[in-house]
T-cell receptor, first 114, second 115 residues
Framework: SQTIHQWPATLVQPVGSPLSLECTVE??????LYWYRQAAGRGLQLLFY??????ISSEVPQNLSASRPQDRQFILSSKKLLLSDSGFYLC?????????????FGSGTRLTVV | GEDVEQSLFLSVREGDSSVINCTYT??????LYWYKQEPGAGLQLLTY?????DMKQDQRLTVLLNKKDKHLSLRIADTQTGDSAIYFC???????????????FGKGTKLSVIP
């Protein structure tokens, strides 16, 4: 069966520090991968999606970047965090056709920038 | 633009039925989804309905789809305190013209169950 792992679960980082959040998927190949941010426990904002290794689409220009060095690995990064980067970050995957059968989400990372 | 609309809050008493409503925009959506998010957790797929169906029932959950009005609802029978969560409606919308789809989510409805 397919599983998605996301870590760390919580993170407190000072302003100006770098960030690296990792997401890996097991039990499938060539998944579509997504990074979302959820502010204040409500709506989801799509940050990045990837349909293959090295293929990253950015939905919102911002202080963050994403990379997909391997088929089932998706990394969210920042060189210098801002206070406004605080939030709940969710990774998700879907099959390569897109989303006919829904997305499967990781358990999320709570990032607090202080 | 493509917006999925939901009311933000719903409060019900334990044992009553909850009905969460959603309107979507893309008439070509083939699937519509309901996700549940408990505090501090990721989103969990509750159920989905194919666009050629009007209704889908799964134990305490009933999904109704009105394609003409682009209206989707989720009914939870005999609502329990464990049902307290945020419920997201989502539709799959085509992108890039390549036959692939992405999910567009509503902002979520926070369901509070009063004991």
């Amino acid at each position: 069966s397919q599983t998605i792992h996301q870590w760390p679960a919580t993170l407190v980082q000072p302003v100006g520090s770098p960030l690296s959040l990792e997401c890996t998927v097991e039990g499938t190949s060539n998944p579509n991968l997504y990074w979302y941010r959820q502010a204040a426990g409500r709506g989801l904002q799509l940050l990045f999606y990837s349909v293959g290794i090295g293929q990253i689409s950015s939905e919102v220009p911002q202080n963050l970047s994403a990379s997909r060095p391997q088929d089932r690995q998706f990394i969210l990064s920042s060189k210098k965090l801002l206070l406004s980067d605080s939030g709940f970050y969710l990774c998700a995957w879907s099959d390569e056709t897109g989303a006919n059968y829904g997305y499967t989400f990781g358990s999320g990372t709570r990032l607090t920038v202080v | 633009g493509e917006d999925v609309e939901q009311s933000l809050f719903l409060s019900v008493r334990e044992g009553d039925s909850s009905v969460i409503n959603c309107t979507y925009t893309d008439s070509s959506s083939t699937y519509l989804y309901w996700y549940k998010q408990e505090p501090g957790a990721g989103l969990q797929l509750l159920t989905y309905i194919f666009s050629n169906m009007d209704m889908k029932q799964d134990q305490r959950l009933t999904v109704l789809l009105n394609k003409k009005d682009k209206h989707l609802s989720l009914r939870i029978a005999d609502t329990q305190t464990g049902d307290s969560a945020i419920y997201f409606c989502a539709e799959n919308t085509a992108y890039s013209g390549a036959g692939s789809y992405q999910l567009t989510f509503g902002k979520g409805t926070k369901l509070s169950v009063i004991p």
